[in-house]
């Protein structure tokens, strides 16, 4: 496995070794001891999630209170751009962003520590997303960071107007969110 580092040092981009043929492709998607020897992080993932959208929908920006969650993203169809916003009060990068673009044909994934909120464009026809997470959803402790905040001046790379769920259009502000002390 390839780690490569992002404008934030704790965000990741993992890229395994692919074996591939005439008849295709094999890989590990993940391997706990394989992640801890190329990160140096030691993680219990409890949940996982797949979602498939279309183009131009914008999900994030998302993260949990409380219950914090660090996921570990990839996508198996089509094209994303994966958005990690450091939310930990107590971080140097608070506030700051990491994106990066994964698809079933870089077959990268993105690790995301907890304490960060998260987000992703569609930009193929449509996409399955799939996310490994350290803690299970907590929906009381479940906010919505505002994906257009100008502070974080993300440069989505948008064809238009994003299609968002109500909750993520109605998102809070840097300066209005309640965030981590981690």
């Known amino acids: 496995m390839n780690v490569i580092a992002t ?9 395994p070794r ?6 295709g492709f094999f890989f590990e998607s993940f391997n706990a001891r394989q992640f801890q ?3 140096g992080l030691v993680r219990t993932f409890v949940q996982d999630n797949h979602s498939r959208s279309a183009r131009n929908v914008l999900r994030g920006l998302h993260y949990q209170v409380g219950r914090p969650q660090g996921k570990l993203t990839r996508v198996v169809v089509g094209e994303v751009f994966d958005v990690a916003v450091d939310l930990r009060r107590q971080s140097p990068t608070f506030g700051k962003w990491a994106g990066v673009m994964l698809s079933a044909e870089n077959r990268r994934q993105l690790w995301i520590p907890e304490g960060f909120a998260h987000g992703f464009l569609v930009l193929s026809d449509y996409a399955e997303f799939l996310y490994k ?3 299970y959803w907590f929906s009381e402790g479940e906010r919505c960071l505002l994906w ?8 989505w790379p948008l064809a238009g107007e994003p299609v968002l769920a109500p909750k993520d259009a109605a998102g809070k502000r840097l300066g209005e969110v309640e965030t981590l002390n981690a």
Do not use: H, M, Q, S
């Not at 257009?148 to 440069?155: E, R």
């Open 18 to 23: 692919v074996f591939g043929d005439d008849r």
């Open 7 to 15: 404008e934030i040092p704790d965000v990741l981009i993992l890229e």
């Open 148 to 155: 257009n905040d100008p502070k974080l001046a993300i440069p």
């Open 133 to 135: 997470a350290t803690d």
């Open 37 to 39: 020897d190329a990160t």
